[in-house]
């Protein structure tokens, strides 16, 4: 028994110095320890394998999987990003932190469902009692000095941001956690005011997150930039970030908002409770918890033809009109399978009988 224990706890601290998540690590050795006992051919196994990193059980049911929530937190998206991104984002998703096996899905929203999902999403916010200063406020353009300072705080002599976080798709971090979006999005996707409160206490909006506080007192930024202030560094930096490009925003949001004045947000709390997003976002307040909302993939293999499989995951489209439980109003999202994947994961669901 003491044994047993050393050699756990010996494991354990293997994986915390190598920065894996426990949870994951374990989860992605019992299914392949599955996969082998099944005597799944090649093909079948990398279907189990998307279909286990997809995160299919957050609304069916199969074998021995098991829901992970594994998509980035929701509830201060309200705060974060802007709404026309939001909105052309919900519309068309992809792929923003390329590290990710779960991807999100495309819901096929029409336009009055993408503005009433993207209206409840802005009510998402991390109550912080005080306005944001008047002197942070973004005035719309960078001042030459403080886009040399944003360089410069920028470089790995100083803050180092491209540690973690990307440009293009390349990025130098190597532990999974630390890795963070392609800061040349950020003038499309952020708000700036936002920014600001990110800058200056990023757990205060996500517990554990691994964004270093750079600013959390008067004496933590650099004393050699811009004579150690770091109200004026924190601007500097999100004016640099937002001011990047001058592409203008996606105009689509705009057109759905007058086309649609009657759009509400309990319009997209309840889409989003049928479609359960909950299922890979985790908990978003105002919303029921996860829920099997859609068949059991049990017997697959039975029911459908592998050609079937095979077209219904590429265009994913209604087979119930009222969806899977009358009144849930359920749907099966498209995750944008290459012909590839899409063979491989239909030659799995042949095996479920
Ligand atoms: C199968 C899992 C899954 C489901 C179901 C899902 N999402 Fe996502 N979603 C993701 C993943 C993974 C990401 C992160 C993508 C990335 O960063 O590349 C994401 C990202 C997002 C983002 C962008 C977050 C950001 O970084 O700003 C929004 C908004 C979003 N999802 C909304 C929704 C809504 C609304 C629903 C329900 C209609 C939903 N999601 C259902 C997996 C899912
Ligand atoms: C140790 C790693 C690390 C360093 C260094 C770091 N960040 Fe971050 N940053 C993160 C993580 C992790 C996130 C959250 C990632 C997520 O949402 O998936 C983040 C998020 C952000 C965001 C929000 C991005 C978005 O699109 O949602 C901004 C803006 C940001 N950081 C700016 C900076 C700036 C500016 C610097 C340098 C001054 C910096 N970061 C340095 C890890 C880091
Ligand atoms: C956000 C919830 C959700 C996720 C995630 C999801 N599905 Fe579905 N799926 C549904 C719903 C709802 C239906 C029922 C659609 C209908 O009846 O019109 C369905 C139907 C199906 C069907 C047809 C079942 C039948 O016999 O009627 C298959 C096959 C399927 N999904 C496979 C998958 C696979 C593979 C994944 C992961 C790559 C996945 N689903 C992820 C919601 C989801």
Not at 153 to 158: I, K, V
Not at 241 to 251: F, K, N
């Given at each position: 028994m003491r044994r047993l224990f050393?050699?756990?706890?010996?494991?354990?601290?293997?994986?915390?110095?190598?920065?894996?998540?426990?949870?994951a690590w374990l989860h992605h050795a019992?299914?392949?320890?599955?996969?082998?006992?099944?005597?799944?051919?090649?093909?079948?196994?990398?279907?189990?394998?998307?279909?286990?990193?997809?995160?299919?059980?957050?609304?069916h049911q199969i074998e021995d999987q098991t829901p992970q929530p594994g998509a980035p937190p929701l509830d201060f998206e309200g705060e974060r990003v802007r709404p026309e991104w939001l909105f052309d984002f919900?519309?068309?998703p992809r792929s923003i932190r390329p590290w990710l096996r779960m991807r999100m899905p495309t819901f096929r929203l029409g336009d009055r469902e993408a503005l009433a999902i993207t209206?409840?999403?802005?009510?998402?916010?991390?109550?912080?009692?005080?306005?944001?200063?008047?002197?942070?406020?973004?005035?719309?353009?960078s001042e030459p000095e403080l886009t040399d300072a944003a360089k410069k705080?920028?470089?790995?002599?100083?803050l180092d941001c491209l540690t973690c976080h990307l440009r293009g798709k390349e990025s130098r971090s190597v532990k999974p956690d630390e890795r963070a979006p392609d800061l040349s999005?950020?003038?499309?996707?952020?708000?700036?005011?936002?920014?600001?409160?990110?800058?200056?206490?990023?757990?205060?909006?996500?517990?554990?997150?691994?964004?270093?506080n750079f600013f959390d007192d008067e004496s933590s930024g650099p004393e050699d930039i811009l004579g150690g202030d770091e109200a004026r560094q924190m601007i500097a930096l999100r004016d640099f970030?937002?001011?990047?490009?001058?592409?203008?925003?996606?105009?689509?949001?705009?057109?759905?908002?007058?086309q649609n004045p009657d759009v509400t947000p309990e319009m997209g709390r309840q889409l989003m409770a049928q479609f359960n997003c909950v299922g890979c976002h985790g908990d978003i307040p105002g919303l029921p918890p996860r829920r099997e909302?859609?068949?059991?993939?049990?017997?697959?293999?039975?029911?459908?033809?592998?050609?079937w499989l095979i077209e219904f995951l590429t265009e994913s489209r209604e087979i119930r009109r009222e969806a899977y439980n009358l009144g849930t109003g359920g749907r099966m999202p498209n995750f944008r399978f290459t012909p590839d994947e899409a063979e491989a994961v239909a030659e799995y669901l042949r095996t479920l009988r």
């Open positions: 050393r050699r756990c706890s010996v494991l354990l601290l293997f994986l915390l110095l190598w920065n894996v998540e426990p949870g019992l299914s392949r320890a599955w996969a082998a006992q099944r005597n799944l051919s090649p093909l079948a196994a990398r279907g189990r394998e998307l279909v286990t990193d997809l995160n299919c059980a957050a609304c919900l519309k068309q209206k409840f999403l802005e009510t998402q916010r991390k109550r912080h009692d005080e306005p944001l200063p008047a002197k942070f406020r973004f005035a719309g353009r705080l920028m470089t790995p002599e100083y999005l950020v003038p499309q996707r952020l708000n700036p005011d936002w920014i600001i409160r990110w800058l200056q206490d990023p757990q205060s909006f996500q517990p554990g997150v691994k964004m270093p970030l937002v001011t990047q490009s001058s592409d203008p925003l996606p105009a689509e949001y705009q057109r759905a908002v007058r909302i859609a068949p059991s993939l049990a017997q697959q293999g039975r029911k459908a033809q592998v050609t």
